[in-house]
């Protein structure tokens, strides 16, 4: 037993010992210039803190240690006395009727490589003491009647900053709707966004209970109750206009009448509806019907606006009908005045098929002094196909081959507003041997020439050379659609254009 206690004083001797040891080597925070609860009314006068350790510090490893939580400006930091004193100073001035708190890290190491060992957190106001903490203003003010029952906010102004953790239960909207909630960086206005439709005719209380507190600790001076209601809006519903638009263009659309029509329309367009008041989306997408249906995106930009942003291109030349049902309400409750039913044509100025107007094959004997003498043989104007029986060709000789060879002139639509892209489209042009008594071959692009001016693509095709008779019929094929031949903006020809043809050479 006598052992035992022998032991027992050695032992707390020396944790006695390393625990003097240990406070000896770790600094300590002799002075701070701020104390706790602090309450500073000229906000703008705090533009420094002075902290004060019993050892030099690791400036670096000190500075990343401590936090000044609630402000926002920059700080930079100056050390003195063999870095034993630090001022913070404050490049930006505090704000008026705040909470700051500054934290100081256990990590904070002096020059010999020892923590602080403990946290220090030290809260100061810039507000005084006498203030009350009350409501200052709402929206919408107390008796106030709205027309907006979707995506409705309310604001709910202060006087002090809010300390948001004591928000939970003290806000009260009867009949209750769901809410969520956020703060102003300021802390004093708290808004409420409803997440669901208001009812017609309703009349809403607010109340904030007195127990919410502000960031000083102080309660609310008094419950405080506001009340709102949702007009009864009976005014009759219905489109006011219709626009297609895309950047920098604008066309109204005619919807007077049932079945008005719209041309002029480009593809790229989007429509957008205004109507005479607000309407819920989610209650009346399915009511409103697209022929040919294109995909879109609907959007409410505005009150009472829906914007169709659609997907794809429009299809050229094609005619689109939308209908309105008239069973669409407004948000309250309202039907459409009537159905609403018009169309609109895509034929824009940059949005219009590609359209061959002539083919023809040239002469080879033609002259343009004579033009009348040997005319060029047309088989296709505006639509309409003439197949042709003599495909007049010229014999071709060169040192080491002969060939026959042929020329067709396309003429375009003059009205197309761009150029045919040539990269993208002579490979959609063919001349196929089709059959005959002879062993032909299909022609094969030689040359080509394009007069942009006039619309004019010349095409020069060459023929295995035949020295005996015999019938070969080719056919001249012009591939349509959007994998067919394009201009510079995408236009197409809508459908293939074939020609039958039948060739007699020229000596």
């Given amino acids: 037993m006598k052992n035992f206690n022998v032991y027992l004083i050695i032992f707390l ?4 010992f390393l625990s003097c040891s240990f406070f000896d080597n770790a600094p300590q925070i002799i002075w701070l210039s701020i104390s706790d609860g602090q309450r500073i009314l000229d906000a703008e006068s705090l533009n420094e803190i002075e902290i004060s350790f019993s050892k030099s510090m690791n400036c670096y490893i000190t500075e990343t240690n401590i ?11 100056q050390w003195e006395n063999h870095d034993k004193t630090v001022r913070i100073i404050l490049v930006d001035p505090l704000e008026k009727g705040n909470k700051y708190t500054l934290k100081i890290g256990r990590g904070c190491e002096c020059a010999e490589g020892f923590d602080l060992g403990y946290d220090l957190s030290v809260d100061f106001f810039t507000y005084g003491s006498d203030e009350d903490f009350c409501v200052v203003s709402t929206t919408p003010i107390d008796g106030d009647s709205i027309e907006t029952l979707d995506g409705f906010e309310i604001e709910i102004e202060f006087s002090l900053p809010v300390d948001y953790t004591t928000i939970y239960d003290k806000v009260i909207i009867n009949p209750e709707l769901t809410y969520n909630y956020s703060f102003s960086e300021d802390r004093k206005i708290l808004s409420l966004s409803i997440l669901e439709h208001m009812d017609v005719g309703e009349a809403y209380n607010v109340t904030i209970k007195e127990e919410l507190a502000a960031f000083s600790g102080r309660s609310l001076c ?18 006011r206009e219709a626009v297609m638009s895309n950047e920098g263009k604008d066309i109204p659309v005619s919807f007077e009448n049932y079945l008005d029509r719209t041309e002029g329309i480009e593809k790229d367009m989007k429509l957008e509806v205004h109507f005479s008041s607000d309407l819920p989306l989610y209650t009346n997408r399915n009511l409103i019907n697209i022929d040919p249906p294109i995909p879109y995106q609907l959007e409410e930009p505005e009150f009472g606006e829906l914007h169709f942003v659609f997907e794809n291109f429009m299809e050229l030349e094609e005619t689109y009908r939308i209908i309105f049902d008239e069973s669409i309400k407004n948000i309250y409750g309202i039907s459409l ?12 100025h940059n949005s219009r098929l590609i359209k ?12 343009p002094e004579y033009p009348d003498q040997f005319p060029h043989t047309e088989i ?23 060939y026959n060879k042929i020329q067709f002139d396309i003429l375009f639509a003059s009205y197309l507003s761009a150029t045919i892209d040539l990269y993208r489209s002579l490979n959609k042009i063919f001349l196929t041997y089709m059959y005959g008594n002879t062993n032909a071959e299909s022609g ?7 007069n942009s001016s006039e619309n004019i693509l010349s095409l020069v095709y060459s ?11 080719y056919k001249f094929i012009i591939k349509g659609g959007e994998s067919g031949i394009v201009d510079n903006i995408g236009n197409y020809m809508k459908e293939d254009i074939e020609i039958y043809v039948k060739y007699m050479l020229v000596e």
């Fill in 13 to 16: 001797t020396s944790i006695l």
């Fill in 67 to 77: 936090i000044i939580s609630g402000y926002y400006g920059k700080v930079y930091y």
């Fill in 222 to 239: 008094k419950e405080y109750t506001f009340s709102f209601n949702t007009l009864i809006n009976t005014e009759m519903f219905f489109i």
């Fill in 337 to 348: 005045d009537r159905e609403y039913c018009f169309e609109w044509i895509v034929n824009g």
């Fill in 356 to 367: 061959p107007e002539i083919i023809r094959i040239k002469n080879p004997m033609w002259n």
């Fill in 380 to 402: 296709y104007r505006n639509g309409t196909i003439y197949h042709n029986e003599n495909m007049l060709m010229e014999t071709v000789i060169e040192e080491t081959d002969t």
């Fill in 444 to 450: 094969e692009l030689s040359g080509y020439y394009y």
């Fill in 463 to 473: 023929l295995p050379y035949l020295d005996s008779g015999g019938d070969a019929y």
